[in-house]
């Protein structure tokens, strides 16, 4: 089961990330690009350069989570 904690940050990078990147990817990306512990709980985004593909990294205390959603039209607001 999933849980959130509270209170829950999210922390957006400010530059895009290759997407191919997985769980130990964007740990790596979190600690140098955000500046954070990817393991402190709170959520971390990353989006492509195009902006129409977002993954969020997750650690619930057992393990990584990752999120990810590719808009079919139109792009996030970064």
């Not at 997407?19 to 130990?24: A, E, G, P, Q, T």
């Not at 690009?33 to 393991?39: A, G, I, S, T």
């Not at 959520?43 to 997750?58: D, E, P, Q, V, Y």
Request: net charge positive; aromatic share 14%.
């Amino acid at each position: 089961m999933l849980t959130l904690s509270s209170p829950l940050c999210v922390y957006l990078a400010p530059q895009p990330v290759d997407m191919r990147k997985s769980f130990r990817g964007l740990a790596h990306a979190t600690r140098h690009l955000l500046r954070q512990k990817p393991d402190s709980g709170h959520l971390f985004a990353f989006c492509n350069r195009r902006r129409n593909l977002l993954k969020l990294l997750f650690w619930d205390g057992s393990g990584y989570w990752i999120f990810a959603k590719r808009l079919e039209r139109g792009t996030f607001a970064w």
